[in-house]
C-alpha cells in the first residue's frame, strides 16, 4: 500500500517537547538580557561596544537557525534556511558596522548609538521572525524594540523616577502609626 502525502507530512510534523515552558523560552529571555544589559553599558561607559552587537547579532541568527532546525523538512530545506538566515544578518551586521563607522558615530553620543543599534537588532529580529514565521522571535524583536523607547524614557525619568519615590517613601513614613506609643493612648 502506498504512502500519500498527508502520511508523510505528519512524519515532519515537530512534536512538542517535554521541557517546561520557561526552559524552551530561557534562550529567547537570554537575548533579550544581554541586549538590555548591553545598552545599559553603553550609556554607563559612553564607548561603542562593536564586538558585542555583533556577537549579539550572530548569536540570534544563531537562535533563530536553532529555533528553526526541526521544523526544516529535509536537507534542502536545512541548507535554505542556513542561507537565508545568514544573507539576513550578514546584512544586519553591515548596517550595525555602517552606524558604527567613526564618520557617523561622530555626529552621535555613545547612548544615541547604542539605541540605534538595539532598534537594528530589533529590527533585524522582528524580520527574521516573519521570515521564519515564528511567533517567538517576531516577540522577541518586538520586546528589544519596545525597550528601546522605555530605555531613552528611563534615562531621561531617571531624576523624576527617583524624587517620586523619595516623596512616597516621605508620605508612607508621615502616615504611618508610631507603634507603641499610639498602643498606649499617649
Not at 544581554?34 to 555583533?54: C, T
Not at 550578514?90 to 547612548?111: D, E, G, K, R
Not at 511567533?135 to 523607547?149: D, K, N, R, T, Y
Request: glycine residues 6%; hydrophobic residues 60%; charged residues 15%.
Amino acid at each position: 500500500m502506498e504512502e500519500s502525502q498527508f502520511d508523510k507530512r505528519d512524519d515532519v510534523i515537530p512534536r512538542p517537547s517535554g521541557r517546561p515552558f520557561l526552559t524552551q523560552r530561557l534562550p529567547f529571555i537570554a537575548v533579550l538580557a544581554l541586549a538590555v544589559v548591553g545598552v545599559a553599558y553603553m550609556n554607563v561607559s559612553n564607548q561603542a561596544l562593536i564586538g558585542y552587537w555583533e556577537f549579539l547579532a550572530l548569536a540570534t541568527g544563531f537562535l533563530c537557525v536553532a529555533t528553526e532546525w526541526d521544523k526544516a523538512e529535509d536537507k534542502a530545506a536545512r541548507y535554505r534556511l542556513i542561507w537565508t538566515q545568514a544573507l539576513h544578518w550578514v546584512a544586519i551586521l553591515v548596517t550595525m558596522n555602517m552606524v558604527l563607522y567613526s564618520n557617523i558615530q561622530q555626529m552621535m553620543p555613545a547612548a544615541a548609538t547604542s539605541l540605534i543599534l538595539l532598534a537594528l537588532l530589533a529590527l533585524g529580529t522582528f524580520l527574521a521572525g516573519v521570515s521564519l514565521i515564528s511567533l517567538e522571535i517576531c516577540f522577541l524583536g518586538l520586546s528589544m524594540a519596545a525597550a528601546v523607547p522605555a530605555i531613552a524614557w528611563l534615562k531621561q525619568s531617571a531624576l523624576f523616577l527617583v524624587l517620586g519615590a523619595v516623596f512616597l517613601v516621605g508620605v508612607v513614613l508621615a502616615l504611618r502609626p508610631r507603634g507603641a506609643a499610639r498602643q498606649n493612648g499617649r
